[in-house]
């Protein structure tokens, strides 16, 4: 529970925005609203009022994305975001990860950065329950992306946000002045090869417009880079990159495994992707950014069709 302790002072209540405190297996503000701490270590502050958030990634998609990340195909990009933070943030303070699934890329940067501290958020409880033992320095707390998020204000050193939704007015309220955000999309070749043959979804064409405007309500692009590398993928590689994502939601698994079945025993399969490392804009009145849509092929974190609430002054 340190690691939960330590995240503490970051944290509000998602009900009235106090301070929490733990006492136990249980954490609350000081006017009684309280939050249970799974066993699994991890705490969930859904809440505040909002309708119902969707369950996020199910046990079988978190598994797939376990496995394919423990087996090395994204650290180029977890590479890359490392390197940008070097020059995005001293290496301390904390860093969140917003749509944190695993914990996977928040754990590379801990063990990258030894001096800061880390908070995994996410709406699944099956990725809670592995990003809380993700790293001895990083916390995880349950909330909805798409609704205020409960920290408070300008407390994140860094937020990183890797295929999940985002709001860029809550990226921008809870980054310290000289924090950096890095926000991760796929690009238009990303798992090109999986795409047809497996029937996943595709990537929309005016994706990155659509991006460039959520973020400019709120956040400054200081650079963007553009990355791709390729993956050698066996069998059970090209099934867990189909399963972990939003696909998993629209073909059936008995489907999936007839397809890749079909596949070469080794595909050499494209990943690409666009790095955008930001910076809050300057505090001016602006309106409130959308969060990223439901159709978003990198939105992994609500089921196809669902359309949040959006609550007066929340945030993605």
Not at 239 to 250: D, I, R
Not at 255 to 280: F, G, M
Request: glycine share 10%; hydrophobic share 45%; with cysteine.
């Amino acid at each position: 529970m340190a690691a939960l302790d330590d995240a503490l002072p970051l944290l509000r209540c998602p009900t009235c925005g106090a301070d929490l405190a733990r006492e136990g297996g249980v954490v609350r503000c000081a006017a009684g609203h309280s939050f249970d701490v799974a066993r699994q270590g991890y705490v969930s502050l859904l809440g505040g009022g909002r309708a119902r958030a969707a369950p996020g990634d199910t046990p079988e998609m978190v598994a797939a994305r376990e496995r394919f990340l423990g087996s090395g195909h994204f650290q180029p990009l977890a590479t890359a975001l490392g390197d940008l933070l070097e020059h995005g943030f001293g290496g301390q303070g904390s860093i969140v990860d917003l749509g944190a699934g695993t914990g996977w890329y928040l754990a590379n940067l801990l063990d990258r950065f030894p001096d800061a501290t880390g908070l995994a958020l996410d709406v699944s409880k099956p990725a809670l329950r592995r990003a809380a033992r993700a790293h001895p320095r990083a916390a995880a707390v349950g909330c909805d992306a798409w609704g205020p998020l409960p920290l408070r204000d300008h407390v994140a050193a860094a937020v990183l946000n890797v295929f999940a939704p985002r709001n860029a007015s809550e990226i921008a309220r809870v980054l310290a002045p000289d924090g950096a955000a890095l926000v991760v999309t796929p690009g238009g070749r990303h798992l090109e090869e999986l795409v047809r043959p497996l029937g996943l979804i595709g990537i929309d064409p005016d994706k990155q417009a659509r991006l460039a405007g959520q973020l400019a309500v709120a956040l400054d692009v200081v650079e963007r880079r553009e990355l791709s590398w390729r993956m050698r993928l066996d069998h059970d590689g090209a099934l867990a990159a189909a399963a972990m994502g939003p696909s998993a939601f629209h073909v059936e698994p008995y489907r999936l495994d007839e397809r890749v079945a079909k596949l070469p025993a080794q595909l050499d399969v494209t990943a690409a992707v666009t790095i955008s490392l930001t910076r809050a804009a300057e505090r001016r009145a602006r309106p409130r950014a959308p969060a990223a849509d439901a159709s978003d092929p990198a939105h992994r974190r609500t089921r196809p069709g669902f359309r949040p609430n959006r609550s007066p002054g929340g945030r993605g």
